[in-house]
């Protein structure tokens, strides 16, 4: 079945540290994205990007960094400069080349700094 | 600028009993509407979306949702709530617009829907 993984579920890191969060999807989207999830604030946007080799800040890119040097893949780099790194993060790809096309998610990342 | 707003936090329902999850949006141009749930420690899954055409669109799960120009609303409906069905809604929209520019898709905070038997 075609679907987005993420990687891990929970993952829990000491404050300072950098952290890698891995999302492939194998449904030959173009477009893909990250949010973070807070309790009550619904989704936010990382960073998002529309082609291979090429990705754009969304609202919240600070203390985040991120690469799509393949179309399958869009890992998202949680930095030391994270000022509150602890969260929910939601990978989601969809078909690009149409605004009207749904997202479709990865079952997330919860992390966890400390 | 796009905005979406999710009026109620928490909805609760008996089971059998019609549902309404309400949303209302801002867009400078024409809307693409869409609503989403997710169950606990889970990504988000498509229902429905409105795109154009009829204002009553049907999708997933037996939910529908009603469009509603003239109050920019887009109320999330189901005739017989299920215990099954409790959990965490968005609504989201995109402006339709052209512009150049990439619209981006605006999500609501979420409105939780606790069905009791």
């Known amino acids: 079945d075609g679907g987005i993984t993420q990687s891990p579920k929970y993952l829990f890191r000491k404050e300072g540290q950098n952290v890698t969060l891995s999302c492939e999807q194998n449904l030959n989207h173009d477009a893909m994205y990250w949010y973070r999830q807070d309790p009550g604030q619904g989704l936010r946007l990382i960073y998002y990007s529309q082609i291979v080799n090429d990705f754009q800040k969304g609202d919240i890119a600070e203390g985040y960094s991120v690469s799509r040097e393949k179309k399958e893949s869009f890992p998202l780099t949680v930095t030391s400069a994270q000022k509150n790194p602890t969260a929910f993060y939601l990978c989601?790809?969809?078909?690009?080349?149409?605004?009207?096309?749904?997202?479709?998610f990865g079952n997330g990342t919860r992390l966890t700094v400390t | 600028a796009q905005s979406v707003a999710q009026p109620e936090d928490q909805v609760n329902v008996a089971e059998g009993n019609p549902l309404t999850v309400k949303c209302t949006y801002s867009?400078?141009?024409?809307?693409?509407l869409f609503w989403y749930v997710q169950y606990p420690n889970r990504g988000l899954q498509f229902l429905l979306k409105y795109i154009t055409g009829d204002n009553l669109v049907k999708g997933s799960y037996g939910f529908e949702a009603e469009f509603n120009k003239s109050q920019t609303s887009f109320h999330l409906k189901k005739p017989s709530a299920l215990v099954s069905d409790s959990a965490l809604y968005f609504c989201?929209?995109?402006?339709?617009?052209?512009?150049?520019?990439?619209?981006?898709?605006?999500f609501g905070a979420g409105t939780r829907l606790a069905v009791h038997p």
């Open positions: 989201a929209v995109r402006d339709a617009g052209g512009g150049g520019g990439y619209n981006k898709l605006i």
């Open positions: 989601a790809s969809r078909k690009a080349g149409t605004d009207n096309s749904p997202l479709h």
């Open positions: 867009v400078s141009g024409n809307p693409y």
